[in-house]
C-alpha cells in the first residue's frame, strides 16, 4: 500500500484547532457545505491578514540580530545562532532590537536543527521549505530509532498576540468532536504557552493511528507546531509502532527550541494579502450568549448535562430527559444572504412562513461511519440575512454511538429554536 503525507499540514491543523477548540459542525454536512465555503473564506482573509498584521509584534530580540527565546528555554542548553553568526542563548545578550531584518532560514537549516534535537535514530524521506517560501517554513522525515518509522513533522507561523486563533491554539480540544487520551497546557517562562495532546489521527478510531501534538505560542505570536504519528505516513500507513517515537519531555524539546524562533523572524511579510471585510470585527455572535439563549429556550423536561466551551458563532449543550443523552448543536450566523438561494431556494423543501423567515427541515443520518447516529436539523434564513441552524443527535455527541433511539427535541421543537426573535437580539451592531 503506497504511504502518502501532505505537506500543507499547518493549515490543515490550524483550522481543525478552531474548529475544535469551539465545535467542528462537520456532522451536518449538507446543510452546511455553501455557507461554510462562503464563511470559510472569509475566516481564511482575516486569518491571513491577522497574521501579517502580527509581524511586526514578533519581538525576537539580542545583539546583531541574534535570538533570545522569551520563554527562557526549557533547561536542555540549546542555543541558537544568530543572524550575523552570533551563537547565543537565553539571557546571553541584553534586549536590544534588531535593526535589520534577519537573514532567511533554509529548509535544510530546520532540517539540520531537527536532527539535532531528536533521539538517535535515522531520518528519510525528508521534505523541507524555508522561511522564504510563500507556503510558510515546515519539514517532514520519516523517523526510525529501531522501534518502528513514525512521520514527523514541524511547521513554524505567526498569529496574532492574544488572539481568538492564538489563544485557541494551546487550548484542549473539546472531547465532544475531538477524542483523545491526554491533553496538558502549561505556561513557559516569558508568557509562552505550551500545548501538548495525545490523540488520534482519525476521531472515530476506524484505524489505530495515533497522533501526538506538540503546540508552543509565545506572548509575541510566535507559533512552533510539532506532530508526530506512529506510523510512517500520517494516513494511508499501517501502524508501525505503538506510540509515537517522543513523549511529552521530548516533545517539549523539541518545540521550545530557540532556534525555531530565529526561523519565525525570519518569515517575510506578504505583499498580497487580502484586506479583511468592514465588518470582520462584529459578524459574529459569541458562544456563550448562544449557549445561554438556546438553554433558556429548551423545552421542559430536559436538564443540561453538557455544554461547549466559549467560541464564536457556535455553541452546543447535552441534555437529558431520562430516556438517553442528546447532542444539541446551534450555529448563529449574521450576514448569510449569500447562501439563500443555495439552500434555501428551489427544489429545498424551504417554507416561508408569514414573518419572511425561510426554514428548511431535514432527518438523516448524523454521521457516516455507521455509528448508527440520527440527526434532526432545523435551518431557519430570515429577512436580513441571518440564519440559525439547530440539531439533534441520538448521541451524547458527534463521534460516539447513540444513547437513545432519537434526539431528544422534536423537529417542531427544533423549529421554534430556531425561529426565536431572541437570535435578533443577539445579532452584533453594524459598524
Known amino acids: 500500500m503506497p504511504v502518502e503525507h501532505r505537506d500543507d499540514q499547518f493549515e490543515d491543523r490550524l483550522g481543525a484547532a478552531l474548529r475544535t477548540a469551539g465545535g467542528t459542525f462537520d456532522a451536518d454536512r449538507t446543510a452546511l457545505v455553501a455557507g461554510g465555503e462562503t464563511r ?48 547565543v542563548g537565553p539571557g546571553d545578550a541584553s534586549p536590544t532590537v534588531t535593526a535589520t531584518a534577519p537573514s ?55 498569529l496574532v498576540p492574544g488572539s481568538k486563533e492564538a489563544r485557541q491554539a494551546t487550548e484542549c480540544p473539546d472531547k465532544a468532536f475531538v477524542p483523545y487520551d491526554d491533553c496538558v497546557t502549561s505556561p513557559l517562562p516569558g508568557g509562552a504557552l505550551l500545548k501538548i495532546v495525545e490523540g488520534y489521527e482519525y476521531p472515530d478510531h476506524r484505524v489505530d493511528t495515533k497522533l501526538w501534538t506538540a503546540d508552543l505560542v509565545t506572548a509575541e505570536g510566535a507559533y512552533v507546531s510539532v506532530m508526530e504519528w506512529n506510523a510512517a505516513a500520517e494516513k494511508g500507513a499501517p501502524v508501525s509502532r505503538p506510540e509515537p517515537p517522543l513523549n511529552s519531555a521530548q516533545l517539549k524539546t ?44 429548551l423545552p421542559k423536561g430536559l436538564s443540561v448535562v453538557g455544554k461547549s466551551k466559549p467560541d464564536t458563532g457556535f455553541g452546543y449543550v447535552v441534555v437529558d430527559d431520562g430516556k438517553g443523552k442528546s447532542f444539541v448543536q446551534i450555529n448563529v450566523q449574521p450576514n448569510s444572504q449569500d447562501i439563500g438561494k443555495e439552500l434555501f431556494g428551489e427544489g ?13 427541515v431535514r432527518q438523516g443520518a448524523g454521521d457516516d461511519k455507521g455509528k448508527g447516529l440520527v440527526m434532526w436539523t432545523a435551518d431557519a434564513l430570515w429577512p436580513d440575512g441571518l440564519r440559525v441552524v439547530v440539531s439533534a443527535f441520538n448521541s451524547a455527541s458527534q463521534i460516539t454511538g447513540p444513547t437513545r433511539k432519537n434526539p431528544a427535541l422534536t423537529l417542531d421543537q427544533l423549529k421554534a429554536i430556531a425561529t426565536d426573535s431572541k437570535w435578533q437580539q443577539l445579532q452584533p451592531a453594524p459598524n
Do not use: C, M
Open 40 to 87: 470559510g473564506r472569509r475566516l481564511r482573509t482575516r486569518r491571513r491578514t491577522a497574521v501579517v498584521s502580527g509581524a511586526a509584534a514578533i519581538a525576537l530580540v539580542g545583539v546583531g540580530g541574534a535570538l533570545v527565546a522569551p520563554w527562557g528555554g526549557d533547561g536542555t542548553g540549546q542555543r541558537a545562532v544568530g543572524a550575523g553568526g552570533t551563537t
Open 104 to 158: 532567511p532560514v533554509s529548509g535544510a537549516q530546520l532540517l539540520n536543527t531537527l536532527k539535532q534535537l531528536l533521539p538517535s535514530g535515522k531520518l528519510s524521506e525528508q521534505k523541507t521549505r524555508g522561511t522564504a517560501s510563500k507556503k510558510g517554513p515546515y519539514v517532514y522525515a520519516v523517523f526510525d530509532d529501531g522501534k518502528g518509522a513514525a512521520a514527523l513533522s514541524l511547521s513554524l507561523h505567526r
Open 254 to 297: 523539541v518545540v521550545a527550541d530557540p532556534a525555531w524562533l530565529r526561523a519565525v523572524n525570519a518569515i517575510p511579510v506578504s505583499d498580497d494579502v487580502e484586506t479583511p471585510p468592514t465588518a470582520s470585527a462584529s459578524e459574529e455572535v459569541e458562544s456563550d450568549s448562544i449557549v445561554t439563549a438556546l438553554t433558556g429556550l
Open 348 to 360: 429545498s423543501g424551504a417554507v416561508t412562513r408569514p414573518d419572511g423567515i425561510k426554514v428548511v
